[in-house]
């Protein structure tokens, strides 16, 4: 294989989180008065941190959110993933298929490291990923899309960029890794492919790839 460490975004990616995350971010939205759909949630915030919900909120309605808003609607996601959250489908085979052919691994998340081991946890791919493979936004300055949460999975995995490929499934995501000088494949199974412009690669169904990883 022509690369030494695959790195893989998690919400979309490894956990299908998107729709459960993104509904609920709407509608608490809209609850505080910045009225909200489902889909400009995604086009404004899949991929990102929740930095960003606050600075967009801001920039375009001159308030701020209030203080316990990470923590509300962080324990909203939370129930929600216990009762609902399912992994992609897919991903166990692939996680198998690289742990066959010794390939590294890792995730690299906007997401907090809670949402990261609540998710695993439920879906069961805490299996997969230890602490040394869990990479989130809180351990740099910037989320995407900065290339330095990339940079930084890549640095603590020991792997140059060059021999990088990141999977990721936002537009976000995809600009980061091109960022960070890492090949990126776009995952298309919720995000329309003309949105992850900039990647290698496109694929819909996860189990394709192994086949594209070579």
Known sequence: MRYDLVIFDNDGVLVDSEPISNTLLAGYLTELGHPTTYEESLRDYMGAAMHRVHDV??????????????????????????RELEPVDGIVEVLEKLTADEVPYCVA???SHERIRVGHRKTGLDKWFGDERIFSSQDVGRGKPAPDLFLYAAERMGVPPEKCLVVEDSPLGVQAAVAAGMDVYGFTAMTPAERLDGANELFGDMRELPRLLG
């Open 109 to 111: 998340s906007s997401g």
């Open 57 to 82: 909120v801001l920039e375009r309605t001159g308030k701020r959110l209030p203080e316990d808003f990470d923590d509300a609607f962080h324990a909203r996601v939370f129930a929600a993933f216990e």
